[in-house]
Protein backbone atom coordinates (compact mmCIF):
# COMPACT_ATOMS: atom_id res chain seq x y z
CA UNK A 1 0.00 0.00 0.00
CA UNK A 2 3.38 2.26 0.77
CA UNK A 3 3.99 2.03 -2.85
CA UNK A 4 0.61 2.62 -3.86
CA UNK A 5 -0.27 5.97 -1.60
CA UNK A 6 3.19 7.73 -2.90
CA UNK A 7 2.93 9.49 -5.84
CA UNK A 8 5.36 9.60 -9.09
CA UNK A 9 6.97 12.49 -9.37
CA UNK A 10 6.85 14.42 -12.87
CA UNK A 11 9.47 17.23 -13.89
CA UNK A 12 8.27 20.28 -14.55
CA UNK A 13 9.54 20.55 -18.09
CA UNK A 14 7.41 17.34 -18.81
CA UNK A 15 4.37 19.05 -17.22
CA UNK A 16 4.58 21.74 -20.09
CA UNK A 17 2.44 19.15 -21.92
CA UNK A 18 -1.62 19.66 -21.66
CA UNK A 19 -2.49 16.08 -21.99
CA UNK A 20 0.49 15.37 -19.99
CA UNK A 21 -0.67 17.51 -17.01
CA UNK A 22 -4.21 16.40 -17.31
CA UNK A 23 -3.51 12.93 -17.20
CA UNK A 24 -1.05 13.59 -14.03
CA UNK A 25 -3.89 15.81 -12.39
CA UNK A 26 -6.03 12.67 -13.05
CA UNK A 27 -3.59 10.45 -11.81
CA UNK A 28 -3.27 12.44 -8.82
CA UNK A 29 -6.95 12.16 -7.84
CA UNK A 30 -7.40 9.04 -8.20
CA UNK A 31 -4.52 8.72 -5.88
CA UNK A 32 -6.40 11.05 -3.55
CA UNK A 33 -9.28 8.68 -3.91
CA UNK A 34 -7.74 5.47 -3.24
CA UNK A 35 -6.15 7.08 -0.17
CA UNK A 36 -9.39 8.47 1.24
CA UNK A 37 -11.20 4.68 0.67
CA UNK A 38 -7.96 2.92 1.77
CA UNK A 39 -8.42 4.96 5.02
CA UNK A 40 -12.38 4.57 5.70
CA UNK A 41 -11.29 0.40 4.61
CA UNK A 42 -8.63 0.72 7.50
CA UNK A 43 -10.91 2.37 9.66
CA UNK A 44 -14.19 0.03 9.06
CA UNK A 45 -11.55 -2.93 9.69
CA UNK A 46 -10.78 -1.40 13.19
CA UNK A 47 -13.92 -0.80 13.71
CA UNK A 48 -15.20 -3.11 16.65
CA UNK A 49 -18.95 -1.08 17.61
CA UNK A 50 -21.69 -4.17 18.04
CA UNK A 51 -25.28 -3.95 16.76
CA UNK A 52 -26.34 -2.32 20.69
CA UNK A 53 -23.66 0.16 19.92
CA UNK A 54 -24.75 1.42 16.54
CA UNK A 55 -28.21 0.95 17.80
CA UNK A 56 -27.48 3.47 21.08
CA UNK A 57 -25.73 5.78 19.21
CA UNK A 58 -28.75 5.70 16.66
CA UNK A 59 -31.23 6.11 19.57
CA UNK A 60 -29.06 9.04 21.45
CA UNK A 61 -28.99 10.77 17.72
CA UNK A 62 -32.72 10.78 17.44
CA UNK A 63 -32.89 12.31 20.85
CA UNK A 64 -30.50 15.11 19.82
CA UNK A 65 -32.68 16.02 16.86
CA UNK A 66 -35.69 15.93 18.63
CA UNK A 67 -34.29 18.54 20.88
CA UNK A 68 -32.22 20.39 18.52
CA UNK A 69 -36.21 20.73 16.62
CA UNK A 70 -37.63 21.82 19.77
CA UNK A 71 -34.45 24.34 20.50
CA UNK A 72 -34.88 25.58 16.58
CA UNK A 73 -39.00 26.10 17.62
CA UNK A 74 -38.35 28.12 20.24
CA UNK A 75 -36.34 30.25 18.50
CA UNK A 76 -38.50 30.71 15.74
CA UNK A 77 -41.38 32.07 17.88
CA UNK A 78 -38.84 34.08 19.75
CA UNK A 79 -38.49 35.63 16.37
CA UNK A 80 -41.45 35.57 15.33
CA UNK A 81 -42.86 37.93 18.24
CA UNK A 82 -39.86 41.03 17.19
CA UNK A 83 -41.03 43.90 15.52
CA UNK A 84 -37.75 43.95 12.75
CA UNK A 85 -37.73 40.63 12.07
CA UNK A 86 -37.59 41.08 8.41
CA UNK A 87 -35.01 43.50 8.64
CA UNK A 88 -32.99 41.54 11.18
CA UNK A 89 -32.82 38.11 9.00
CA UNK A 90 -31.54 40.29 5.85
CA UNK A 91 -28.77 41.88 8.18
CA UNK A 92 -28.05 38.05 9.04
CA UNK A 93 -27.73 36.69 5.78
CA UNK A 94 -25.83 39.49 4.11
CA UNK A 95 -23.54 39.54 7.12
CA UNK A 96 -22.94 35.62 6.94
CA UNK A 97 -22.71 36.68 2.55
CA UNK A 98 -20.18 39.06 3.65
CA UNK A 99 -18.16 36.44 5.70
CA UNK A 100 -18.25 33.68 3.26
CA UNK A 101 -16.72 36.65 0.19
CA UNK A 102 -14.13 37.30 2.84
CA UNK A 103 -13.40 33.59 3.53
CA UNK A 104 -13.16 33.13 -0.37
CA UNK A 105 -11.22 36.20 -0.86
CA UNK A 106 -8.62 34.80 1.51
CA UNK A 107 -8.68 31.72 0.09
CA UNK A 108 -8.34 33.18 -3.33
CA UNK A 109 -5.65 35.74 -2.17
CA UNK A 110 -3.60 32.72 -0.55
CA UNK A 111 -3.97 29.95 -3.83
CA UNK A 112 -2.82 33.58 -6.15
CA UNK A 113 0.13 34.26 -3.85
CA UNK A 114 1.21 30.27 -3.98
CA UNK A 115 1.00 30.46 -7.10
CA UNK A 116 2.73 33.35 -7.98
CA UNK A 117 5.86 31.85 -5.66
CA UNK A 118 5.52 28.71 -7.58
CA UNK A 119 5.36 30.32 -11.11
CA UNK A 120 8.91 32.54 -9.70
CA UNK A 121 10.37 29.54 -9.02
CA UNK A 122 9.66 27.82 -12.35
CA UNK A 123 10.55 31.18 -13.70
CA UNK A 124 14.14 30.89 -11.93
CA UNK A 125 14.49 26.93 -12.56
CA UNK A 126 13.88 27.54 -16.24
CA UNK A 127 16.18 30.48 -16.49
CA UNK A 128 18.60 28.14 -14.89
CA UNK A 129 17.67 25.53 -17.37
CA UNK A 130 18.36 28.06 -20.15
CA UNK A 131 21.52 28.92 -18.98
CA UNK A 132 22.83 25.58 -18.60
CA UNK A 133 21.67 24.88 -21.96
CA UNK A 134 23.26 28.02 -23.37
CA UNK A 135 26.66 26.96 -22.02
CA UNK A 136 26.11 23.22 -22.86
CA UNK A 137 25.57 23.93 -26.56
CA UNK A 138 28.48 25.88 -26.53
CA UNK A 139 31.05 22.85 -26.71
CA UNK A 140 28.21 20.86 -28.08
CA UNK A 141 27.48 20.32 -32.19
CA UNK A 142 24.19 20.23 -33.67
CA UNK A 143 23.79 16.50 -33.76
CA UNK A 144 24.66 15.57 -30.28
CA UNK A 145 22.20 18.21 -29.62
CA UNK A 146 19.54 16.51 -31.84
CA UNK A 147 19.99 12.98 -30.67
CA UNK A 148 20.06 14.14 -27.00
CA UNK A 149 16.36 16.25 -27.71
CA UNK A 150 15.32 13.01 -29.37
CA UNK A 151 16.22 10.94 -26.62
CA UNK A 152 14.89 13.12 -23.57
CA UNK A 153 11.70 13.10 -26.42
CA UNK A 154 11.52 9.29 -26.37
CA UNK A 155 12.05 9.03 -22.56
CA UNK A 156 9.14 11.74 -22.05
CA UNK A 157 6.92 9.64 -24.57
CA UNK A 158 7.89 6.71 -22.75
CA UNK A 159 6.74 8.00 -19.77
CA UNK A 160 3.55 9.76 -20.87
CA UNK A 161 2.46 7.01 -23.48
CA UNK A 162 3.56 3.72 -21.16
CA UNK A 163 4.71 3.96 -17.76
CA UNK A 164 2.00 6.89 -16.25
CA UNK A 165 -1.36 4.99 -18.21
CA UNK A 166 -0.42 1.43 -16.66
CA UNK A 167 -0.15 3.12 -13.32
CA UNK A 168 -2.98 4.81 -13.35
CA UNK A 169 -5.17 1.72 -14.53
CA UNK A 170 -3.33 -0.20 -11.71
CA UNK A 171 -4.42 2.87 -9.14
CA UNK A 172 -8.18 2.49 -10.97
CA UNK A 173 -8.20 -1.09 -10.14
CA UNK A 174 -7.12 -0.64 -6.71
CA UNK A 175 -9.22 2.09 -6.31
CA UNK A 176 -12.49 -0.24 -7.68
CA UNK A 177 -11.39 -3.23 -6.19
CA UNK A 178 -11.45 -1.77 -2.57
CA UNK A 179 -14.67 0.09 -3.23
CA UNK A 180 -16.04 -3.35 -4.10
CA UNK A 181 -14.53 -4.62 -0.74
CA UNK A 182 -16.29 -1.54 0.64
CA UNK A 183 -19.88 -2.31 -0.93
CA UNK A 184 -19.74 -6.10 0.14
CA UNK A 185 -21.70 -7.16 3.19
CA UNK A 186 -19.56 -8.22 6.44
CA UNK A 187 -17.48 -11.72 5.42
CA UNK A 188 -17.80 -14.67 7.74
CA UNK A 189 -15.15 -17.51 8.26
CA UNK A 190 -16.70 -19.67 6.22
CA UNK A 191 -16.58 -17.08 3.19
CA UNK A 192 -13.34 -16.64 3.70
CA UNK A 193 -12.37 -20.24 3.68
CA UNK A 194 -14.93 -20.70 0.68
CA UNK A 195 -13.05 -17.98 -1.32
CA UNK A 196 -9.47 -19.23 -0.43
CA UNK A 197 -10.66 -22.96 -1.46
CA UNK A 198 -12.29 -21.16 -4.84
CA UNK A 199 -8.28 -19.53 -5.30
CA UNK A 200 -6.62 -22.25 -4.88
CA UNK A 201 -9.09 -23.69 -7.89
CA UNK A 202 -8.07 -21.30 -9.83
CA UNK A 203 -4.67 -21.19 -9.19
CA UNK A 204 -4.18 -25.07 -10.42
CA UNK A 205 -6.66 -24.44 -13.80
CA UNK A 206 -4.16 -21.08 -14.25
CA UNK A 207 -1.31 -23.44 -13.63
CA UNK A 208 -3.00 -26.28 -15.97
CA UNK A 209 -3.54 -23.46 -18.77
CA UNK A 210 0.02 -22.11 -18.95
CA UNK A 211 1.37 -25.76 -19.21
CA UNK A 212 -0.54 -26.07 -21.70
CA UNK A 213 0.54 -23.22 -23.50
CA UNK A 214 4.15 -23.71 -22.84
CA UNK A 215 3.51 -27.27 -24.67
CA UNK A 216 1.79 -25.65 -27.32
CA UNK A 217 4.30 -22.71 -28.24
CA UNK A 218 7.15 -25.57 -27.60
CA UNK A 219 6.05 -26.87 -31.01
CA UNK A 220 5.74 -23.34 -32.29
CA UNK A 221 8.09 -21.28 -34.92
CA UNK A 222 10.71 -20.69 -32.95
CA UNK A 223 11.79 -17.19 -34.10
CA UNK A 224 8.62 -15.67 -32.39
CA UNK A 225 9.57 -17.14 -29.23
CA UNK A 226 12.65 -15.46 -29.97
CA UNK A 227 11.15 -12.36 -30.95
CA UNK A 228 8.77 -12.39 -27.58
CA UNK A 229 11.50 -12.83 -25.28
CA UNK A 230 13.51 -10.06 -26.95
CA UNK A 231 10.22 -7.50 -26.74
CA UNK A 232 10.27 -8.78 -22.90
CA UNK A 233 13.68 -8.37 -22.44
CA UNK A 234 13.28 -4.56 -24.23
CA UNK A 235 10.29 -3.94 -21.76
CA UNK A 236 12.19 -4.82 -18.86
CA UNK A 237 14.95 -2.41 -19.76
CA UNK A 238 12.84 0.10 -20.54
CA UNK A 239 10.98 -0.19 -17.15
CA UNK A 240 14.63 -0.17 -15.13
CA UNK A 241 15.81 2.65 -17.54
CA UNK A 242 12.51 4.70 -17.09
CA UNK A 243 12.79 3.85 -12.93
CA UNK A 244 16.35 5.16 -12.92
CA UNK A 245 15.20 7.90 -14.92
CA UNK A 246 13.15 9.19 -12.21
CA UNK A 247 15.46 8.79 -9.85
CA UNK A 248 17.69 10.59 -11.56
CA UNK A 249 14.92 13.39 -12.11
CA UNK A 250 14.61 13.60 -8.21
CA UNK A 251 18.58 13.57 -7.51
CA UNK A 252 18.50 16.54 -10.17
CA UNK A 253 15.52 18.17 -8.49
CA UNK A 254 16.98 18.13 -4.97
CA UNK A 255 20.46 19.53 -6.32
CA UNK A 256 18.50 22.43 -7.80
CA UNK A 257 16.83 22.42 -4.37
CA UNK A 258 20.14 22.90 -2.63
CA UNK A 259 21.65 24.96 -5.24
CA UNK A 260 19.26 27.36 -4.77
CA UNK A 261 19.42 27.06 -0.81
CA UNK A 262 23.43 27.53 -1.27
CA UNK A 263 22.44 30.96 -3.82
CA UNK A 264 20.43 32.35 -0.95
CA UNK A 265 22.73 31.93 1.78
CA UNK A 266 25.35 33.57 -0.44
CA UNK A 267 22.71 36.72 -0.99
CA UNK A 268 22.66 36.42 2.76
CA UNK A 269 26.19 37.06 3.59
CA UNK A 270 26.59 39.77 0.48
CA UNK A 271 28.10 37.34 -2.24
CA UNK A 272 25.26 38.22 -4.83
CA UNK A 273 27.13 36.50 -7.67
CA UNK A 274 29.52 33.78 -7.81
CA UNK A 275 33.22 33.91 -9.65
CA UNK A 276 33.39 32.86 -13.02
CA UNK A 277 36.58 32.93 -15.05
CA UNK A 278 39.09 35.88 -14.47
CA UNK A 279 37.98 36.83 -11.26
CA UNK A 280 38.10 33.24 -10.15
CA UNK A 281 41.62 32.59 -11.59
CA UNK A 282 42.84 36.12 -9.78
CA UNK A 283 41.17 34.63 -6.73
CA UNK A 284 43.20 31.69 -6.91
CA UNK A 285 46.41 33.71 -7.44
CA UNK A 286 45.53 35.60 -4.48
CA UNK A 287 45.16 32.86 -2.24
CA UNK A 288 48.28 31.03 -3.51
CA UNK A 289 50.14 34.33 -2.54
CA UNK A 290 48.89 34.59 0.76
CA UNK A 291 49.42 30.88 1.28
CA UNK A 292 53.41 31.46 0.58
CA UNK A 293 53.53 34.10 2.91
CA UNK A 294 51.53 32.37 5.53
CA UNK A 295 54.09 29.26 5.17
CA UNK A 296 56.76 31.76 5.80
CA UNK A 297 55.58 33.29 8.40
CA UNK A 298 55.04 29.86 9.87
CA UNK A 299 58.36 28.48 9.66
CA UNK A 300 59.61 31.88 11.06
CA UNK A 301 57.43 30.63 14.46
CA UNK A 302 58.29 27.17 14.34
CA UNK A 303 61.98 28.45 14.29
CA UNK A 304 61.13 30.66 17.57
CA UNK A 305 59.24 27.77 19.09
CA UNK A 306 62.14 26.16 18.64
CA UNK A 307 64.34 28.37 20.58
CA UNK A 308 62.23 28.53 23.00
CA UNK A 309 61.71 25.02 23.73
CA UNK A 310 65.69 25.27 24.06
CA UNK A 311 65.47 28.28 26.30
CA UNK A 312 62.90 26.58 28.05
CA UNK A 313 64.38 23.18 28.98
CA UNK A 314 67.86 25.64 30.37
CA UNK A 315 65.30 27.37 32.75
CA UNK A 316 63.95 24.13 33.91
CA UNK A 317 67.56 22.37 34.71
CA UNK A 318 68.54 25.53 36.34
CA UNK A 319 65.12 25.93 38.32
CA UNK A 320 65.96 22.27 39.55
CA UNK A 321 69.18 22.62 40.72
CA UNK A 322 68.25 25.41 42.62
CA UNK A 323 65.94 23.55 44.25
CA UNK A 324 68.91 21.04 44.78
CA UNK A 325 70.82 23.27 46.49
CA UNK A 326 68.23 25.30 48.46
CA UNK A 327 67.13 21.62 49.88
CA UNK A 328 70.67 21.27 50.68
CA UNK A 329 71.36 24.69 52.08
CA UNK A 330 67.53 24.36 54.46
CA UNK A 331 69.21 20.06 55.24
CA UNK A 332 72.54 21.82 56.53
CA UNK A 333 70.67 25.27 58.66
CA UNK A 334 68.74 22.12 60.09
CA UNK A 335 71.44 20.00 60.68
CA UNK A 336 73.44 22.54 62.30
CA UNK A 337 71.29 25.09 63.72
CA UNK A 338 67.54 25.19 63.72
CA UNK A 339 66.56 22.21 65.80
CA UNK A 340 64.20 24.06 68.17
CA UNK A 341 63.90 27.64 69.98
CA UNK A 342 63.77 25.72 73.85
CA UNK A 343 67.35 23.87 72.82
CA UNK A 344 68.38 26.47 71.05
CA UNK A 345 68.08 28.73 74.10
CA UNK A 346 69.75 26.16 76.20
CA UNK A 347 72.62 25.28 73.94
CA UNK A 348 72.68 29.13 72.92
CA UNK A 349 76.25 29.19 74.70
CA UNK A 350 77.47 26.29 73.22
CA UNK A 351 76.44 27.46 69.62
CA UNK A 352 78.28 30.68 70.19
CA UNK A 353 81.18 28.98 71.62
CA UNK A 354 81.17 26.81 68.14
CA UNK A 355 80.14 29.75 65.52
CA UNK A 356 83.84 29.90 64.55
CA UNK A 357 83.87 26.85 63.40
CA UNK A 358 80.17 27.05 62.23
CA UNK A 359 81.06 30.13 60.15
CA UNK A 360 84.27 28.42 58.74
CA UNK A 361 81.70 25.60 57.80
CA UNK A 362 79.89 28.08 56.01
CA UNK A 363 82.44 29.81 54.11
CA UNK A 364 83.23 26.25 53.03
CA UNK A 365 79.26 25.12 51.60
CA UNK A 366 79.39 28.82 50.15
CA UNK A 367 82.48 28.46 48.05
CA UNK A 368 81.40 24.98 47.56
CA UNK A 369 78.17 26.19 46.23
CA UNK A 370 79.92 29.37 44.00
CA UNK A 371 82.22 26.34 42.58
CA UNK A 372 79.08 24.88 41.44
CA UNK A 373 77.35 27.60 39.99
CA UNK A 374 80.62 28.17 38.50
CA UNK A 375 80.82 25.06 36.71
CA UNK A 376 76.87 25.05 35.73
CA UNK A 377 77.48 28.43 34.20
CA UNK A 378 80.40 26.53 32.28
CA UNK A 379 78.47 23.62 31.65
CA UNK A 380 75.40 26.03 30.02
CA UNK A 381 78.01 27.63 28.10
CA UNK A 382 79.52 24.41 26.53
CA UNK A 383 75.89 23.14 25.74
CA UNK A 384 75.16 26.24 23.94
CA UNK A 385 78.10 26.01 21.89
CA UNK A 386 77.83 23.02 21.11
CA UNK A 387 73.96 23.06 20.10
CA UNK A 388 74.50 26.81 17.60
CA UNK A 389 76.26 24.61 15.25
CA UNK A 390 73.04 22.34 15.23
CA UNK A 391 70.99 24.86 15.04
CA UNK A 392 72.39 26.43 11.97
CA UNK A 393 72.19 23.78 10.04
CA UNK A 394 68.50 22.80 11.03
CA UNK A 395 67.49 26.97 9.24
CA UNK A 396 68.26 25.65 5.51
CA UNK A 397 67.04 22.72 5.82
CA UNK A 398 63.38 23.92 7.17
CA UNK A 399 63.48 26.71 4.83
CA UNK A 400 64.63 23.95 2.00
CA UNK A 401 61.52 22.00 3.70
CA UNK A 402 58.80 25.15 2.70
CA UNK A 403 60.12 25.22 -0.73
CA UNK A 404 59.93 21.29 -0.96
CA UNK A 405 56.33 21.70 0.87
CA UNK A 406 55.40 24.44 -2.04
CA UNK A 407 56.83 22.04 -4.89
CA UNK A 408 54.54 19.15 -3.75
CA UNK A 409 51.59 21.42 -3.65
CA UNK A 410 51.95 22.79 -7.14
CA UNK A 411 53.10 19.01 -8.69
CA UNK A 412 49.59 18.29 -6.66
CA UNK A 413 47.88 20.83 -8.49
CA UNK A 414 49.16 19.79 -11.86
CA UNK A 415 48.28 16.30 -11.21
CA UNK A 416 44.63 16.98 -10.34
CA UNK A 417 44.35 19.21 -13.57
CA UNK A 418 45.33 16.50 -16.03
CA UNK A 419 43.85 14.05 -13.93
CA UNK A 420 40.56 15.69 -14.63
CA UNK A 421 40.89 16.39 -17.84
CA UNK A 422 41.94 12.85 -18.59
CA UNK A 423 38.79 12.22 -16.62
CA UNK A 424 36.68 14.16 -18.75
CA UNK A 425 37.84 12.52 -22.22
CA UNK A 426 37.48 9.37 -20.56
CA UNK A 427 33.62 10.81 -19.86
CA UNK A 428 33.41 11.35 -23.93
CA UNK A 429 34.97 8.43 -24.89
CA UNK A 430 32.57 5.95 -22.92
CA UNK A 431 29.67 7.84 -23.94
CA UNK A 432 30.35 7.73 -27.17
CA UNK A 433 31.11 4.13 -26.96
CA UNK A 434 28.00 3.73 -24.90
CA UNK A 435 26.01 5.79 -27.75
CA UNK A 436 27.67 3.27 -31.04
CA UNK A 437 26.42 0.37 -28.81
CA UNK A 438 22.79 1.95 -28.18
CA UNK A 439 23.17 2.66 -32.06
CA UNK A 440 23.90 -1.01 -32.82
CA UNK A 441 21.47 -2.44 -30.51
CA UNK A 442 18.59 -0.67 -31.89
CA UNK A 443 19.65 -1.39 -35.26
CA UNK A 444 19.70 -5.17 -34.42
CA UNK A 445 16.61 -4.65 -33.27
CA UNK A 446 15.27 -3.09 -36.40
CA UNK A 447 16.92 -6.20 -38.58
CA UNK A 448 15.15 -9.12 -36.44
CA UNK A 449 11.87 -7.06 -36.73
CA UNK A 450 12.23 -6.70 -40.63
CA UNK A 451 13.23 -9.99 -41.04
CA UNK A 452 10.31 -11.07 -39.08
CA UNK A 453 7.85 -9.05 -40.76
CA UNK A 454 9.40 -10.42 -43.98
CA UNK A 455 8.88 -14.29 -42.98
CA UNK A 456 5.40 -13.10 -42.41
CA UNK A 457 4.57 -11.13 -45.89
CA UNK A 458 6.34 -14.39 -47.34
CA UNK A 459 3.60 -16.03 -45.44
CA UNK A 460 0.53 -14.37 -46.13
CA UNK A 461 1.86 -13.80 -50.35
CA UNK A 462 1.98 -17.42 -49.76
CA UNK A 463 -1.92 -18.07 -48.71
CA UNK A 464 -2.59 -15.51 -51.87
CA UNK A 465 -0.92 -17.58 -54.63
CA UNK A 466 -2.54 -21.07 -52.98
CA UNK A 467 -5.77 -18.72 -53.07
CA UNK A 468 -5.63 -17.65 -56.67
CA UNK A 469 -4.47 -21.17 -57.65
CA UNK A 470 -7.53 -22.21 -56.42
CA UNK A 471 -9.48 -19.80 -57.95
CA UNK A 472 -7.98 -20.50 -61.28
CA UNK A 473 -8.17 -24.50 -60.82
CA UNK A 474 -11.02 -25.57 -63.31
CA UNK A 475 -12.53 -27.81 -61.28
CA UNK A 476 -15.95 -26.80 -59.39
CA UNK A 477 -15.16 -29.06 -56.31
CA UNK A 478 -11.53 -27.65 -55.91
CA UNK A 479 -12.93 -23.85 -56.07
CA UNK A 480 -15.32 -24.51 -53.13
CA UNK A 481 -12.72 -24.76 -50.84
CA UNK A 482 -11.45 -21.45 -51.97
CA UNK A 483 -11.61 -19.00 -48.89
CA UNK A 484 -13.79 -16.41 -51.19
CA UNK A 485 -16.42 -19.35 -51.43
CA UNK A 486 -16.22 -20.10 -48.57
CA UNK A 487 -17.01 -16.62 -47.28
CA UNK A 488 -19.97 -16.22 -50.39
CA UNK A 489 -21.59 -19.49 -48.35
CA UNK A 490 -21.43 -17.89 -45.01
CA UNK A 491 -22.46 -14.47 -46.50
CA UNK A 492 -25.52 -16.20 -48.08
CA UNK A 493 -26.49 -18.38 -45.18
CA UNK A 494 -26.46 -14.91 -42.92
CA UNK A 495 -28.62 -13.27 -45.47
CA UNK A 496 -30.96 -16.36 -45.42
CA UNK A 497 -31.08 -16.15 -41.49
CA UNK A 498 -31.74 -12.44 -41.64
CA UNK A 499 -34.80 -12.31 -44.29
CA UNK A 500 -35.88 -15.06 -41.51
CA UNK A 501 -35.52 -13.06 -38.97
CA UNK A 502 -36.75 -9.92 -40.82
CA UNK A 503 -39.86 -11.99 -41.55
CA UNK A 504 -40.56 -13.76 -37.87
CA UNK A 505 -40.47 -10.03 -36.73
CA UNK A 506 -43.22 -9.00 -39.13
CA UNK A 507 -44.95 -12.02 -38.15
CA UNK A 508 -44.33 -11.16 -34.69
CA UNK A 509 -45.55 -7.04 -35.03
CA UNK A 510 -48.88 -7.66 -36.81
CA UNK A 511 -49.99 -9.91 -33.84
CA UNK A 512 -48.46 -8.03 -31.35
CA UNK A 513 -51.98 -5.94 -31.45
CA UNK A 514 -54.48 -8.89 -31.48
CA UNK A 515 -52.45 -10.55 -29.22
CA UNK A 516 -52.24 -7.81 -26.60
CA UNK A 517 -56.19 -7.63 -26.65
CA UNK A 518 -56.74 -11.25 -26.21
CA UNK A 519 -54.15 -11.28 -23.35
CA UNK A 520 -56.17 -7.86 -22.02
CA UNK A 521 -59.48 -10.29 -22.29
CA UNK A 522 -57.73 -13.31 -20.77
CA UNK A 523 -57.20 -11.17 -17.97
CA UNK A 524 -60.97 -9.55 -17.14
CA UNK A 525 -61.94 -13.03 -17.42
CA UNK A 526 -59.45 -14.18 -14.54
CA UNK A 527 -60.29 -11.70 -12.62
CA UNK A 528 -64.17 -11.87 -13.14
CA UNK A 529 -63.63 -15.97 -12.53
CA UNK A 530 -62.12 -14.82 -9.34
CA UNK A 531 -64.88 -12.09 -8.12
CA UNK A 532 -66.93 -15.36 -9.02
CA UNK A 533 -65.53 -17.44 -6.62
CA UNK A 534 -65.30 -15.41 -4.07
CA UNK A 535 -68.70 -14.30 -4.01
CA UNK A 536 -69.37 -18.25 -3.86
CA UNK A 537 -67.04 -19.12 -1.46
CA UNK A 538 -68.88 -16.30 1.22
CA UNK A 539 -72.16 -17.39 0.13
CA UNK A 540 -71.54 -20.91 0.69
CA UNK A 541 -70.33 -19.72 4.39
CA UNK A 542 -73.17 -18.06 5.24
CA UNK A 543 -75.12 -21.52 4.06
CA UNK A 544 -72.81 -23.25 6.52
CA UNK A 545 -73.72 -20.93 8.95
CA UNK A 546 -77.62 -20.83 8.23
CA UNK A 547 -77.72 -24.30 7.55
CA UNK A 548 -78.75 -24.00 4.30
CA UNK A 549 -78.72 -25.62 0.85
CA UNK A 550 -75.24 -25.50 -1.60
CA UNK A 551 -76.55 -23.64 -4.83
CA UNK A 552 -74.08 -23.00 -7.41
CA UNK A 553 -74.74 -19.38 -9.42
CA UNK A 554 -73.24 -18.14 -12.40
Known amino acids: ?55 RDISQMEQEHGQLVKTIERKKNRIESMANMTELLGAARSLRREQERSNGMVEQRATISAAIQAADAKVQRLMGQLKEMKMASQNMSVDKLLS ?73 DEKLVMFRKQALMISRKKEALAEELKECMAEYNDAETELARKRQEMKSV ?4 VMTGPELKKYIADIRQKSTVYKARRAEIADLRAEVGVLARTADILQHQYGDVKKLIAQTEKDKGIAGFTDAQDE ?75 GSNLHVLEQEVKEMRETAQAEESQYHFLMHSKQLLELEQQKVEE ?5 KNPDPAARKQSLREQYNRKILEQDNLGKALRAKQKTVREQHVPNVAQMAMWRDLTSLLACKTNILSKQQQKELDTGGENILIL
Open 348 to 422: LEKISSQKGAVDEAKGKILEDMSDMSDKLNEMIAEKKAALAPIIKELRPLRAKCSELEQLHSQRKTDYDSLSARL
Open 270 to 273: GAET
Open 467 to 471: ELAVY
Open 148 to 220: RLEEEHKSCLYLVEEKLPKEIANKRKACNSLQKVLLEPAMSEDDVEELVDRSSELQTELNELHQQRMAKSDNA
Open 1 to 55: VSTQSTGIEIPEEILQDDEVERTYQEYLELLEEFKTVHKATDQLKSNKYTAADIK
